[in-house]
């Protein structure tokens, strides 16, 4: 028999799973690890989200298979979501499907639209779905840098890139993924690059796939587009939103694809073979989330804003510059000068081993992630704190803290 199996020979080691072992290793020993590591929202779902669960789950009819695309109701609340969000109008029939969490679709799409060798462009860093989603299905990626060296964004070059991609690839690409705000870089884009991005995807026959997890966790007046205000976008586009963070609803999965009818009918179909939806009781939880106030995701936001600054304030007085991150519940830290030739997952380590403190290593969302630590804003206030204080401990001492760990990997 072979060794392994084609889809698995196919995926490289899990970098997180090393970081993830020591973790669960250093806990048993007694260790208090504060812990980044994960975007797993800490926070409680809103009373009326679960006040709603609790009142449908007693209904027994409502423990029966559901509706795999979503239930009327709340493939309608997200057409109403979109409408007053971003001013763009679905057909909750034809436009609109609810998945498991935006994670299930994009890898379910990638499963509907690629064929073997299919060539894929995707963001580096990113996301592992992303990426992986595609080569899972046997596709080919070819990854598209998305941060300059100092770690910022120009659409210019990142179009550049786009266009090189596409007239050195062979077979012609079939899709682009974009991610903003990003995760893990936490950086932003504006319409004027989703008008772009469009006339490209138009020009080239290529389908855009837009994953906005984060449209409603950003830091300053301006909330985040939708690719899908562009005029004419859904003729190439579709975009996955989730409810993990707008609503601290993680453990439920539930999100979205909407957009191309070409697109969401493949994904449909894909799925109708694979699942029956999510519970009813959280689908009809999830359009109260949806057709209710918005007052609690503003708390949300608040709460990772204060995060944030908290974040940033402390570590940099224990001597580590993080830049503010202007969205999502992610700060992307780059890897401070004494220990930059280390790496991201050796400084990981050590400062789990040393600090007490987990951070996700920027080699893990792709070769251009190197030199980078991913922080979650999943922590309070005072344990943020207590962290740059373990840290600063660390950096006091970074000549044999570095020497150390160097020799140890």
Do not use: C
């Not at 592992?128 to 299905?137: E, K, N, Q």
């Not at 080239?204 to 899908?228: Q, R, V």
């Not at 609803?249 to 179909?269: C, D, K, Q, S």
């Amino acid at each position: 028999m072979p060794e392994e199996f084609y889809r698995i020979k196919r995926l490289p080691p899990y970098v997180f799973a090393e970081v993830n072992r020591l973790k669960a290793a250093f806990r048993a020993e007694g260790m208090d690890i504060i812990d980044f590591g994960m975007g797993n929202p800490d926070m409680d779902t809103p009373a009326h989200i679960v006040d709603k669960l609790v009142e449908t789950v007693k209904k027994p009819r409502t423990h029966r298979y559901s509706a795999s695309r979503g239930i009327p109701g709340l493939r309608r609340a997200q057409a109403g979501y979109y409408e007053r969000r971003f001013g763009v109008k679905l057909n909750p029939e034809t436009e609109i499907i609810a998945t498991l969490g935006s994670k299930e679709g994009l890898a379910n799409l990638a499963m509907a639209i690629t064929a073997p060798g299919d060539v894929m462009l995707v963001p580096n860093p990113s996301y592992p779905i992303h990426p992986y989603g595609f080569m899972i299905a046997g596709g080919t990626l070819r990854h598209i840098q998305t941060l300059e060296e100092d770690g910022s964004f120009n659409p210019e070059a990142y179009m550049r890139s786009l266009e090189r991609a596409v007239m050195h690839s062979v077979p012609k690409p079939v899709a682009v993924v974009v991610n903003f705000p990003s995760n893990p870089t936490a950086q932003l884009a504006d319409l004027d690059f989703y008008a772009e991005l469009v006339r490209f995807a138009r020009k080239h026959e290529l389908w855009l796939l837009s994953d906005l997890a984060y449209a409603e966790i950003y830091f300053d007046d301006t909330p985040p587009p939708s690719l899908l205000e562009v005029p004419g976008a859904k003729d190439v586009a579709v975009e996955f939103t989730s409810l993990s963070k707008t609503f601290a609803m993680p453990g439920w999965r539930m999100g979205f694809a909407v957009g191309n009818e070409r697109l969401i009918g493949a994904l449909t179909r894909i799925k109708s073979y694979l699942d029956y939806g999510a519970f009813t009781p959280v689908q009809v939880a999830a359009a109260a989330a949806l057709n209710g106030p918005t007052e609690p995701t503003a708390e949300i936001r608040q709460i990772y804003k204060s995060r944030r600054d908290t974040l940033v304030d402390a570590m940099g007085r224990a001597g580590w510059d993080i830049p503010p991150p202007p969205a999502t519940m992610f700060a992307w830290a780059p890897i401070p000068e004494p220990f930059r030739d280390m790496g991201s997952m050796a400084f990981s380590k050590m400062l789990l081993k040393e600090a007490e403190v987990a951070v996700s290593p920027g080699i893990g969302f792709g070769e251009y992630g190197e030199g980078y630590v991913r922080i979650g804003l999943v922590e309070n206030e005072q344990r943020i704190r207590q962290a740059a204080r373990n840290v600063r401990q660390v950096f006091a001492d970074a000549d044999r803290m570095r020497e150390k760990h160097m020799a140890e990997e």
